[in-house]
């Protein structure tokens, strides 16, 4: 996902074609849910975390919008799913783990996933 920043929300989400999903002879077990963003022309990843394929399958998280399901935003705008879609909120994705290596990195800092303006939607 392509993002403005680095500052999230438990609301936001991450969306997940669902053909990925289902893809004969995967053998995708997680799904790692990384943001880029640019700020003074330097590009920043930021790693939020993973989820378990299974767990969105069989409905644990998430859930399956079907092609052509007007979604609305949280202000008021709205898009066509152009193809059927898993979504995922953030406050659902399974934070990485930090190891003080990863700690001591330059350019290393933990920001927090902020609560949401106002609860989703659809949720």
Do not use: W
Not at 55 to 66: C, E, Y
Not at 86 to 105: C, G, L, Q, R, T
Not at 109 to 119: A, D, H, S, V
């Amino acid at each position: 996902m392509h993002r403005k920043s680095n500052r999230f929300r438990a609301n936001y989400v991450l969306n997940i074609p669902a053909y990925q999903m289902h893809k004969e002879f995967s053998k995708t077990d997680y799904y790692f849910c990384i943001s880029f963003h640019e700020d003074n022309n330097t590009t920043y990843a930021t790693f939020l975390g993973f989820i378990k394929k299974e767990d969105v399958l069989n409905g644990v998280i998430g859930d399956l919008f079907k092609k052509g399901t007007k979604r609305i935003r949280e202000d008021n705008t709205f898009f066509t799913f152009m193809r059927d879609t898993y979504e995922i909120m953030f406050k659902h994705i399974d934070p990485p783990f930090v190891s003080s290596n990863i700690k001591a990195s330059k350019g290393f800092e933990k920001i927090p996933i902020l609560p949401g303006y106002q609860e989703n939607n659809i949720y």
